[in-house]
């Protein structure tokens, strides 16, 4: 409670003195006094309310109403009190807008340009009724929300969303880096707004936006849509500082340019950043992809190697030993000889075929040529011979998976290859249940009621790693659920692009 008071107490006097300074700044621009509440201050209350707790909204609006009632004693302009009337009306608006002011910047963006446009259709259907011009007051109400709800949003997005280092002596022991050239950039771009506003003759006055979209073009390439902002912010100290009339058609004028200004410097900086992620997105994919090529290359060379060596090792030392027998029954005519050295070449001529046949079977499933995916699947689970084991698999498949590429059918198969391999080898389970479902994309699932295990371990072991690259490297995803992830067992998830 008493941390609740001290901060609502803190923020009604920061509030009023915001407030108060933003109405004097608007007041020499506008050069009306109630309108001016309607430019700057009244934003700037939407934007506070918008940034921050509903429970501290009592101190903002008692800062607000407090100093529209005095100014209007003060000035004798009892008509403000329907100003008030405004503040209240807002606040509905405010309180719905917060329910949907989460997700990304642009969320939050297209959030505050509803709230600018309502609330100033609630401050025309106020006020409007005795002003002078009801379109200047929509146009302030524009003007203002535009420059002030932004700047409201880049404050709080940079203290509140920003990740802070801890305060701790290896922060104080570092050096504080000033980037000088920065602020030298913003110095030199304000000036030279000014200059541009106040220096140019007559007849080069109407070049001046042209030359005040220039700080916003090298700020938004620079920092983006916040560098945007951060130059049409300059641009409008220099309109409101080179002022010289008061007309209504100059204020007018001033606030279109304002507004125009801001709203092409956003979205110049919204576009340069989308294109600025966009590209480092593709760069990520281009790194991700040399990555799996890599990958690639490095399984293909170990598919290589491994055959080389059952070339080598098994079939090549079985040949020659075949050899050998053969020449031992070419040289010595002797029966029981003959009949041994017979079945030692029968014996080696099997080791040579399942040598063969296991390299095959590395290359390319070879019962993929003869049946369906289904049944290859389950074939391999017979050839496995987990109802010797006491463990039951339940294929459930849905989807028409025969019309799927060759390149996706076998990456289905060895997926299931390997997590059956693994159930069967670690699991100590009596239930495994392979779901799959075909949509716009591909969805399988094994799972089973296994010991489990951890999972920020399962990285270790090749089995699990080149199920992932080769999942990877198709477009998908994989997940694995075990230990501490509210799953019985364990479970293997794959989603695949349709290729």
Not at 176 to 184: D, G, P, Q
Not at 224 to 244: E, P, V
Not at 389 to 401: A, I
């Amino acid at each position: 409670m008493r941390s609740y008071t001290i901060t609502s107490i803190c923020g009604f006097f920061m509030t009023a003195c915001a407030w108060f300074c933003l109405w004097v700044i608007a007041y020499y621009f506008v050069n009306d006094a109630e309108l001016a509440i309607l430019l700057f201050p009244f934003a700037l209350r939407v934007g506070i309310t918008l940034h921050t707790r509903t429970k501290y909204w009592t101190s903002v609006y008692l800062a607000e109403w407090g100093l529209t009632v005095a100014l209007a004693l003060l000035l004798e302009q009892p008509q403000w009190l329907m100003v008030l009337v405004a503040s209240v009306l807002s606040i509905p608006v405010v309180y719905l807008a917060k329910k949907y002011y989460h997700g990304d910047q642009n969320q939050h963006l297209a959030v505050m340009a509803v709230v600018i446009l309502v609330t100033s259709c609630i401050n025309v259907m106020s006020v409007g009724f005795h002003v002078q011009s009801v379109y200047m007051l929509w146009l302030a109400s524009i003007a203002g929300g535009l420059l002030i709800l932004p700047m409201c949003y880049l404050l709080w997005n940079y203290l509140f969303q920003s990740p802070w280092s801890p305060l701790t002596s290896n922060l104080l022991a570092n050096d504080i880096e000033f980037k000088v050239r920065h602020i030298l950039l913003y110095t030199v771009l304000l000036i030279a707004s000014i200059l541009i506003q106040t220096s140019l003759p007559d007849e080069l006055k109407r070049f001046a936006p042209f030359c005040m979209a220039i700080p916003i073009i090298v700020l938004a390439l620079r920092y983006g849509w916040q560098g945007a902002f951060l130059a049409t912010m300059l641009n409008s100290i220099a309109l409101i500082a080179a002022r010289s009339g008061v007309s209504n058609l100059e204020i007018t004028d001033l606030l279109l340019s304002l507004s125009a200004q801001t709203l092409t410097g956003i979205m110049l900086g919204l576009a340069v950043q989308k294109q600025r992620d966009l590209n480092h997105k593709l760069r990520g994919e281009l790194s991700r992809n040399q990555t799996l090529s890599r990958q690639l290359i490095q399984a293909e060379e170990s598919v290589r190697k491994d055959i080389a060596r059952e070339l080598h090792d098994e079939i090549g030392q079985n040949i020659t030993a075949i050899r050998t027998q053969a020449s031992i029954i070419k040289r010595i005519d002797n029966a029981e000889m003959n009949t041994r050295c017979a079945d030692t070449i029968e014996s080696l001529s099997l080791n040579v075929y399942d040598t063969t046949k296991s390299l095959l079977s590395k290359l390319r499933p070879k019962m993929l040529d003869d049946l369906d995916l289904k049944e290859s699947v389950q074939q391999l689970t017979r050839e496995m011979e987990f109802d010797n084991h006491g463990t039951r698999v339940v294929l459930d498949w849905n989807g028409d998976y025969e019309s799927l590429s060759d390149t996706l059918k076998v990456t289905l198969f060895r997926l299931c290859q390997e997590t059956l391999n693994n159930a069967a080898k670690y699991a100590n389970a009596t239930s495994i249940v392979i779901e799959l479902s075909i949509d716009d994309q591909l969805s399988l699932n094994v799972a089973d009621n296994g010991i489990g295990f951890k999972t920020e371990e399962c990285m270790k072991g090749m089995g699990i790693r080149g199920m992932q690259e080769r999942v990877h490297a198709l477009g998908g995803k994989m997940f694995i659920y075990s230990l501490n992830d509210h799953v019985e067992g364990t479970q293997i998830a794959f989603t695949l692009p349709k290729v």
